[in-house]
């Protein structure tokens, strides 16, 4: 499993509704916030749009999916490796380390990613949040052999 100092605090494996939760949180001192990368299994039973239900109940069981209004648009590999590099690019701890260390945190997260993005369809998921979802977001959704997963990067107070 990767690891990085400058980078992972931990990394969390929870079993949770049948489903496997693997996450690496950051703690951006200069800001104060925290920074959430996670990975979920989600349905293959259901269509697409439809699998992401048990998700938003676990966020807010008042809320089911139709209040968060989700839209999912199909994009390349090239756009989600963007919105990667500007979650890990942008946070200022990042710039305080050397070229060559976040290029490897980069190059060791592509790693822990490409069994689930090789021959996949992407999908980048709109949402209109009903009640507090973070500061900023992006998710997507992953769609393969493997099954289906969101891929979600947040940061929060």
């Keep these: 499993m990767f690891t990085h100092p400058f ?22 001192t200069i800001l104060g916030k925290k920074s959430l990368i996670s990975l979920l299994a989600l349905s293959n039973e259901h269509e ?3 699998s992401l239900h048990p998700y938003f109940l676990s966020i ?20 989600l490796i963007k919105v990667v590099r500007q979650w890990f690019f942008e946070a200022e701890f990042f710039k305080k380390i050397p070229d060559l260390a ?8 592509y ?16 949402i209109a949040p009903p009640v507090w979802y973070g500061c900023l977001w992006d998710d997507f959704v992953i769609e393969n052999e493997l099954g289906r ?4 990067f947040s940061c929060t107070d």
């Design 48 to 50: 697409l749009i439809d």
């Design 149 to 152: 997963f969101l891929l979600g």
């Design 102 to 109: 976040a290029q490897n945190v980069i190059a060791g997260f």
């Design 7 to 28: 980078f992972i605090q931990k990394i969390v494996i929870i079993k949770q509704r049948d489903r496997i939760e693997k996450s690496c949180s950051t703690k951006d």
């Design 60 to 79: 807010s069981d008042k809320y089911p999916a139709k209040y968060w209004h989700p839209k999912l648009k199909i994009v390349e590999e090239d756009e």
């Design 111 to 126: 790693e822990l990613l490409e069994p689930f993005i090789t021959t996949a369809s992407i999908y980048k998921l709109d």
